[in-house]
Structures are given as C-alpha cells and as structure tokens.
C-alpha cells in the first residue's frame, strides 16, 4: 500500500477521536485488498454479496476497537476519555491536517501479509 509508488492504490481510512482528560483522534489506514480480506473474515460474507457498505462498518470496527484499546488503557493511568463516532474515509491519495495535535505516532503492523498504518495524534487540553 504505497500511493506514492502506485497511485492506483484505493485506501481506507478510518478515525475514531477521543476527549476527556485526554484528547487525540486514532488513524487506521489500510489497502483495499486488506479492507475487503479482513471484511471477509469477520463476517464471513464473501464475494460477490460482501458489499463496499460492509467493509466501510469492518474498518470503522477496526478503528473503534483500536482507538477503545488506548482509551481504557490511559483511564487505567488516570485520563478518562470519550470516543467518538468511526468516521471512514475511501480513496486514492489522503492528506490529513494535524493542526493543533502536540504529538503525533505511527505504528506499522502486518496481518496475513498486508501492511496497516495506524497513527495516534495527541492534543493538549
């Protein structure tokens, strides 16, 4: 999943925020082969009924899952927060602006040989 190499690379991408003690947005950004894979083996639904409706909720499922994982860890260290809605986002080439966010992280992970980059942006309250 290189855009820049291969523009013709679909992408999605999905956010979930968080506010409270701690306030940030959690990025997932993965290749539509992964997208469709992963909406696969969650649901069981395969081609041609698994629809692009279907793997748009797996990876707001995704984001959720990762952005609540941080979330319950920081309000075990004291910094309660909320979660926002998944908001998902389908494309070739994305730019995001981290006006306001203080600190920024990537993390990249493998799964079933597909490459996933989530980012963690932070803000002061």
Do not use: W
């Not at 899952?65 to 260290?77: D, E, R, S, W, Y």
């Not at 926002?84 to 799964?111: S, Y």
């Amino acid at each position: 999943m290189d855009p820049i190499r291969d523009p013709s690379t679909h992408i999605f991408a999905s956010c979930v925020g968080f506010a409270g003690e701690i306030n940030g947005v959690c990025y997932l950004f993965m290749g539509n082969r992964f997208a469709y894979h992963a909406a696969k083996r969650i649901t069981g639904i395969e081609d041609p009924e698994l629809d692009d409706d279907t793997v748009r909720d797996v990876c707001g499922e995704l984001a959720n899952m990762f952005a609540g994982t941080f979330k319950n860890c920081m309000a075990n260290l004291g910094l309660p927060s909320t979660l926002t809605i998944p908001t998902i986002m389908q494309g070739k080439r994305m730019a995001i602006n981290t006006a306001g966010t203080n600190d920024q992280f990537r993390f990249t992970f493998e799964v079933d040989g597909f490459p996933i980059f989530a980012d963690l942006m932070l803000s002061d309250n």
